[in-house]
């Protein structure tokens, strides 16, 4: 079986954040979803935990940080082409998310974009060309 993953993540207004990633086509599993939580789903194997913060709270003792102000984490997701990386962009800024708030990450063979969800949380979205890449990688530096 594969390894899933569940990033949860504290949101001020659950409603809103479910309409944003379900703009970027994220689907919600209604079986893991009620009044203070979310379930959204990427893909069989990534899914986000959307959690009211009294929810949040319910699994740490840490105070809960405000992603507007600092960042504790970032989140990748891969995507198939650099058409896809601008169009998932294109999906957030549309749904009223920040785009590009750190620079975009253009290699050739890597190319990358980022985006704010409305509480802060900074997702990257990336698309890799891996013959190309393992090929830029095992070259020998220029002295």
């Given at each position: 079986?594969?390894?899933l993953?569940?990033?949860?993540l504290?949101?001020?207004?659950?409603?809103?954040?479910?309409?944003?990633?379900?703009?970027?086509?994220?689907?919600?599993n209604?079986?893991?979803?009620?009044?203070?939580?979310?379930?959204?789903?990427?893909?069989?194997?990534?899914?986000?935990?959307?959690?009211?913060?009294?929810?949040?709270?319910?699994?740490?003792?840490?105070k809960?940080?405000?992603?507007?102000?600092?960042?504790e984490?970032?989140?990748?997701?891969?995507?198939?082409?650099?058409?896809?990386?601008?169009?998932?962009?294109?999906?957030?800024?549309?749904?009223?998310?920040?785009?590009?708030?750190?620079?975009k990450?253009?290699?050739?063979?890597?190319?990358?974009?980022?985006?704010?969800?409305?509480?802060?949380?900074?997702?990257?979205?990336?698309?890799?060309?891996?013959?190309?890449?393992k090929?830029?990688?095992?070259?020998?530096?220029?002295?």
């Amino acid at each position: 079986m594969s390894k899933l993953i569940f990033v949860n993540l504290p949101v001020s207004d659950l409603s809103k954040s479910i309409a944003f990633y379900e703009a970027l086509g994220a689907v919600k599993n209604e079986q893991f979803t009620d009044h203070t939580a979310a379930c959204m789903v990427f893909s069989e194997t990534i899914h986000a935990m959307l959690l009211t913060h009294d929810k949040f709270r319910q699994f740490t003792p840490k105070k809960i940080a405000d992603a507007k102000d600092s960042t504790e984490v970032l989140i990748c997701l891969s995507a198939d082409s650099r058409d896809e990386v601008d169009a998932t962009l294109a999906k957030a800024a549309a749904a009223g998310g920040t785009v590009d708030p750190g620079p975009k990450q253009d290699y050739g063979f890597m190319y990358g974009r980022s985006f704010e969800d409305p509480d802060g949380h900074i997702w990257e979205v990336m698309w890799m060309d891996l013959a190309a890449a393992k090929e830029a990688m095992s070259a020998p530096a220029v002295a």
